[in-house]
């Protein structure tokens, strides 16, 4: 069966400080893979999106990239966070041509 | 611009009763749409799901339907249970297997 992971689940990080937060997905190959946030008050905001390795949509400017250096694993980062960056964070994966789409238990982030 | 929206931030229904969430999209592209339920501090989990060939589909007390014209779809609830108590989103995408869209959810609590 198919599992997502994705770490660290919490974390708390100053202004100016470099964000790192990384999933993998098991059990499948080839996933469309994607990075939503959802902060304090707001909906489900897709942050990145991507197709295959090396391939990567930014749905809005921010102060975050995303990159596939793999298959099944993607990476959330950033060079100097901000306080807006607050948030929690969810991973998904989905099947292409399917339209579920699998999110994992996602990451807090609190940035002080 | 808010291509889903559920404009209702919050729903409150005693148990045993019908529970209607509501969801409103704008883009006449979307095909597939989808609800998600989510628990504080974890992922969404998928409930169910409709394509745009449809106008309801079914499962246990949980069923959707679909008016294309009005560009609406609402997720029936019956009967409603403590248990359901959380946030549900609803998504769109274009095609199966494209990035799906969320609202900004719509907090149910269903009280004994």
């Known amino acids: 069966s198919q599992t997502i992971h994705q770490w660290p689940a919490t974390l708390v990080q100053p202004v100016g400080s470099p964000l790192s937060l990384e999933c993998t997905v098991e059990?499948?190959?080839?996933?469309?893979l994607y990075w939503y946030r959802q902060a304090a008050g707001r909906g489900l905001q897709l942050l990145f999106y991507?197709?295959?390795?090396?391939?990567i949509s930014s749905e809005v400017p921010q102060n975050l990239s995303a990159s596939r250096p793999q298959d099944r694993q993607f990476i959330l980062s950033s060079k100097k966070l901000l306080l807006s960056d607050s948030g929690f964070y969810l991973c998904?994966?989905?099947?292409?041509?399917?339209?579920?789409?699998?999110f994992g238990e996602g990451s807090w982030l609190t940035v002080v | 611009d808010q291509q889903v929206k559920q404009n209702s931030p919050s729903l409150s229904v005693q148990e045993g009763r019908i529970s209607i969430l509501n969801c409103d999209y704008t883009?006449?592209?979307?095909?597939?749409f989808l609800w998600y339920k989510k628990y504080p501090a974890e992922g969404p989990t998928f409930l169910i799901s409709?394509?745009?060939?449809?106008d309801k589909n079914e499962d246990g007390r949980f069923t959707v339907f679909l008016n294309k014209s009005a560009k609406h779809l609402s997720l029936h609830i019956v009967p409603s249970q403590p248990g359901d108590s959380a946030v549900y989103f609803c998504?769109?995408?274009?095609?199966?297997?494209?990035?799906?869209?969320f609202g900004q959810g719509t907090e149910l609590s269903v009280k004994p």
């Open positions: 883009n006449s592209m979307f095909d597939y």
């Open positions: 059990g499948t190959s080839n996933p469309n």
């Open positions: 998904a994966w989905s099947v292409k041509a399917v339209d579920t789409i699998y």
């Open positions: 998504a769109a995408s274009e095609y199966q297997g494209g990035k799906l869209i």
């Open positions: 409709i394509s745009s060939i449809k």
């Open positions: 991507s197709v295959g390795i090396g391939q």
